[in-house]
């Protein structure tokens, strides 16, 4: 299906910091399993609050993971009778991350070249 | 996509209520943690509350955009706008009935016809290579193709180069006896090679080989797995028993399988191996034309070259093939495709209906856009409605195109239902001699046919009507100038339903001028009385038949015990029937024109008689006397011929007492005179001339035909009494095949069978066309007085009287249709071209024929308007205006 077609589904927003949540969720999950709201304050915290993450979004890209098989998902009890849905690595989650972190750290690294280059 | 992705998908799809559940579950878990983070801030429970809501936003987007998210959203979109379809239509049933009615009608007639046609002229035949497949043919002194005779067969066989191999068949009827009821089998005698040229293997046993086609060789044949089945309990039974045929015992050797399709054929069970071969001496039955040949050209040869190559060979005669002047090859032969020569008789007769279907589609496409066109001016402010609310273009396109594929699809599938319905009755009504009948049916080409039209006329009628009212929906938002001010649209309509009654009209010409065809012919008089008259072919089969005097004793008693059943008034014998299919035809020689060489003035059909015959037919006498008791053997040879044959010999002048010899007795024989003229007979349809023709006493031939045709007039009904002459012929000997029984009349109309097959098929198309121009007519009139019951209501406050109400109506009708009658003279008079073989005694501008389907048409748009008028009679002035 091409977003060009006539029966092409309404898909949201892409560009790059759809990538860097990713890698963003990634990370924070690469130290203990959180769920969506532990996800976003995590985020928050560590960046000092430069990234305000949307809710829409994030729940988004964690369904995205999920199905992805980079994630995966359990209902965890929350001791007040309600549950919360809790996301942790996979194999492959951690692999990607790995690829994901290289490629990071290899991009960064030559746009702060450039950066530096032309100042 | 993973198999998780896949299955995550699935299950999103399925159980929308769980995934659902699941998320607001997720997007409620995450609101409450961010109030209580907000809290342990030290905000109030409210104020917490709605710092969190502006944060996380409202759930039902956030819920709506995870959602969305996945491509299972995409088929959700989909069958929620098929759900709404269904409910819309459902809503309709008027229009969803016509539309999908008239899509099935279009599909489902076209798809018939193409499954009939698609085996008969698209399809290869189902053979190897079958493009190599040719049949040869000999001229007659006519002009006209004939099948060849075996000497030409031997002589083309040896000394062209052309083909990979050729194979000669000739007819063969044998009567099976021993078991069970005495049955006479369709077959052939089949010369080396015959099955192998179709590839064809036997199932069981073997086929042919060189030994068996020698003189004096034992007995043997070939069953039709058909025939095995039906007589011998199996394919492996019957392979190496012993079957009684014609009183002798035949060594089955092989079955041939079920697929063997026999194109040349097709009704053949049974066959033996041709074993005459052809000698100097021209009197014998291989200088007969009755033998049908076939050939597969070598590799590099192309039908002209092989051509070329018979017609050298033609005209340099040598000394090792002597031929007589009746086959003298001097034309060459005629070399066409085998699959030309099956299908040629049935080609015409095809193309029409093909013509008319192809109509009758376009008149349903129009039909369903008039029709669509007309629902979406009603949704103008559905549409309207929805974009103001915010749905883009594409999304009201989207959604109307998946109504138009729904509606489609709905009538796609009762097409394919009523094209079964097609192929069963195209089947029933087919004509005998229709080409590979047995490969029509229903076939997956014809599916995936009627499948693709069926979406191609559903997008296209779909999309035309759906731009339009989205981007007058676009444009005009929602403004309701559109119901006061049809304008355009109407006119669209309108041209519609003019083209619709044009072709409906077009299809109407062709199909009258063949009703009056087949009603002429049907009344030209076949020069005998058929009334009361039934025939039975009777079958002296077995060695007690053996000689002459046999056969003529048992014609004569079986006569007897026949005349003695009541009801019965006259009765007599016959070697063939008139309008029956029988041919048997002889070159004669003229005493009194020995200059003419034997057999080059014509050929004569030869009828070998009991007296009784002239009575039983009541042929009438013209000049001298009938056939009678007295001429039998020994004494001189009589003959009567008919009047056409009178006039070739002496012209007006009296033909008695000319003497002729006739087929065997060419050259030394005794010479016939004629003793009597009889009335002409049509012998091969109603529609062509009677051939001449000559009448002799069956004991006064030169061999006693060992098949005759029983021909007994009746005082009444003449069926009720066929148990009863059956039981008396039986009487006289229980063991002679009795078939074919059929009366005059049957005969009458079945040579009548390809024109009225032709006209059956197009009278269904025409009237369906017919009926589908009136329900556009409806659709266009009606619509048109639902636009303007404002402008109807104030002419009728000003006192119009409901007559002229009516005659507005009305004449708008009557407009429309004769605009479309204009249109479509011309085009039946075009389209009548396709028919013009196919008709009998009248002109393609038959005048009645026009005047006829004039009034019909009239007649329908009358009917058409009917119904509207009244609604308009019926306007409530205050109500019509109080509507806007």
Redesign the interface.
């Known amino acids: 299906m091409s977003g060009d077609s006539l029966f092409a589904m309404p898909t949201p927003k892409t560009d790059l910091i759809q990538g860097t949540l990713d890698l963003l969720i990634l990370k924070t999950l690469s130290l203990q399993p959180l769920h969506g709201f532990g996800i976003a304050r995590r985020i928050e915290q560590v960046s000092r609050d430069v990234f305000k993450v949307n809710p829409g979004s994030l729940l988004t890209a964690l369904q995205r993971l999920e199905r992805g098989g980079l994630l995966d998902a359990e209902w965890r009890g929350t001791g007040n009778s309600r549950r919360a849905r809790y996301y942790s690595l996979t194999r492959s989650g951690r692999k990607r991350l790995e690829d994901e972190l290289e490629d990071w750290k290899r991009r960064s690294a030559a746009v702060a070249r450039l950066l530096s280059a032309e100042a | 996509m ?1 198999f ?2 896949l299955t ?2 699935l299950r999103a799809l399925f159980t929308p209520r769980r995934t659902d559940a ?2 607001s ?3 409620a ?2 609101l ?3 109030t209580a ?1 907000h809290l342990a801030q030290g905000m109030t429970p409210d104020g917490a509350r709605r710092a969190a809501l502006i ?3 409202r759930p039902a ?2 819920r709506e ?2 959602r ?4 299972e ?2 088929i959700e ?2 069958l929620r706008d098929v759900r709404y379809g269904l409910r819309r239509l459902v809503r309709s049933p008027v229009f969803t009935l016509t539309a999908v009615s008239t899509l099935a009608i279009g599909v489902g007639a076209s798809t018939a016809v193409f499954s009939a046609v698609h085996p008969i002229l698209l399809e290869p035949l189902p053979f190897p290579d079958a493009g190599r497949l040719v049949t040869l043919q000999d001229w007659n002194f006519e002009g006209y193709p004939m099948p060849s005779t075996l000497g030409t067969f031997d002589e083309v066989r040896t000394r062209s180069r052309s083909f990979e191999a050729i194979a000669a068949t000739d007819q063969w009827r044998p009567s099976l006896t021993g078991t069970g009821a005495p049955e006479r089998l369709e077959g052939q005698r089949i010369s080396v090679g015959y099955f192998g040229l179709f590839g064809a293997i036997p199932i069981a046993g073997r086929g042919f080989v060189e030994e068996d086609h020698r003189l004096g060789e034992p007995r043997v044949v070939v069953l039709s797995y058909r025939l095995a089945e039906r007589r011998f309990g199996g394919a492996r039974e019957v392979v190496g028993r012993d079957i009684d045929l014609n009183g002798d015992p035949y060594l089955v050797i092989g079955v041939m399988p079920p697929g063997f399709d026999n194109v040349l054929a097709p009704s053949a069970e049974i066959w033996a191996p041709l074993r005459e071969q052809a000698s100097g001496d021209f009197s014998g039955r291989e200088w007969g034309h009755h033998y049908d040949l076939v050939g597969r050209l070598a590799g590099s040869v192309s039908l002209e070259s092989a051509s070329r190559e018979i017609l050298a060979i033609g005209q340099a005669p040598v000394a090792e093939f002597p031929r007589p002047s009746w086959a003298n090859l001097s034309q060459g032969l005629l070399i066409r495709p085998l699959q030309a020569s099956v299908t040629q008789s049935a080609k015409p007769a095809l193309y029409a209906i093909i013509a008319a279907v192809t109509l009758l589609l376009v008149i349903a496409s129009v039909n369903v856009a008039n029709l669509l066109l007309a629902r979406g001016a009603q949704r103008h402010e559905e549409f309207a409605m929805r974009m103001a609310l915010g749905a883009s273009r ?1 999304r009201v ?2 959604q109307l ?1 998946t109504e138009s594929v729904v509606l489609s699809i709905l009538g796609g599938g009762l097409g394919l239902l009523v094209a079964q319905l097609g192929v069963l009755g195209l089947l029933a009504a087919s004509p005998p001699g229709l080409p590979r009948v047995g490969a029509i049916r229903l076939s997956l080409a014809a599916f995936g046919f009627a499948a693709g039209l069926t979406a191609a006329v559903g997008i296209l009628v779909g999309l035309v009507p759906a731009l339009g009212a989205s981007r007058r929906a676009a444009r005009e938002g929602m403004h309701r100038s559109s119901t006061r001010n049809p304008g355009r649209r109407s006119r669209t309509r309108s041209v519609l339903v003019i083209a619709e009654v044009g072709l409906a009209l077009t299809l109407l010409v062709s199909a009258g001028l063949l009703l009056r065809s087949v009603d002429r012919l049907t009344s030209v008089a076949p020069g005998f009385d058929p009334a009361g008259v039934i025939t039975m072919q009777v079958v002296e089969a077995g060695h007690e038949f053996n000689s002459d005097a046999a056969r003529l004793q048992f014609y004569e008693q079986a006569l007897e015990t026949v005349r003695a059943v009541p009801g019965v008034t006259e009765a007599g014998f016959t070697s063939q029937l008139p309008l029956s299919g029988d041919v048997d035809g002889y070159g004669y020689e003229d005493q009194a024109h020995p200059e003419v060489r034997p057999g080059e003035d014509g050929a004569a059909l030869r009828y070998a008689v009991t007296p009784g015959y002239f009575a039983a037919m009541r042929i009438p006498l013209l000049a001298g006397r009938l056939l009678d008791g007295s001429d039998r053997s020994g004494a001189p040879l009589a003959v009567v011929i008919n009047q056409g044959f009178s006039e070739r010999l002496v012209g007006k002048k009296s033909a008695l007492g000319q003497r002729l010899r006739f087929g065997p007795q060419m050259g030394n024989g005794q010479w016939m005179e004629v003793v009597g003229v009889v009335g002409d007979v049509k012998h091969y349809s109603l529609g062509v001339d009677a051939p001449a023709v000559f009448y002799t006493a069956n004991s006064q031939w030169a061999w006693v035909d060992n098949v005759a045709s029983l021909v007994v007039r009746t005082s009444g009904s003449p069926v009720t009494l066929v148990p009863a002459i059956k039981a008396a012929v039986w009487s006289v000997n229980p063991n002679v095949p009795i078939q074919r029984v059929q009366t005059m009349n049957g005969f009458i109309s079945a040579s009548a069978g390809s024109r009225r097959f032709t006209l059956l098929a197009i009278s269904v198309l025409a009237i369906t066309a017919l009926l589908l121009a009136g329900v556009g007519l409806y659709g266009v009139i009606a619509g048109s007085v639902a636009e303007r019951v404002r402008e109807i209501g104030v002419r009728t406050a000003l006192g119009a009287t409901p007559l002229a109400v009516v005659g507005q109506v009305m004449r708008q009708a009557v407009t429309l249709t004769l605009l479309g009658i204009v249109i479509g003279i011309g085009g039946g008079f075009a389209a009548s071209r396709v028919i013009a073989k196919m008709l009998f005694g009248v002109t393609r501008m038959d005048p009645l024929t026009y005047i006829g389907v004039i009034l019909v048409m009239v007649a329908i748009a009358l009917l058409a308007s009917w119904a509207p008028a009244r609604r308009a009679v019926g306007v409530d002035p205050l109500t019509a205006l109080r509507s806007e």
Do not use: D, I, K
């Open positions: 993973s998780r992705q995550r998908a699941e998320v579950e997720e997007v878990h995450y409450e943690e961010a983070a944060e996380v936003g987007s956030v955009e995870v969305s998210s996945g491509w959203h995409g979109v989909t594409r396109l989207r195109l």
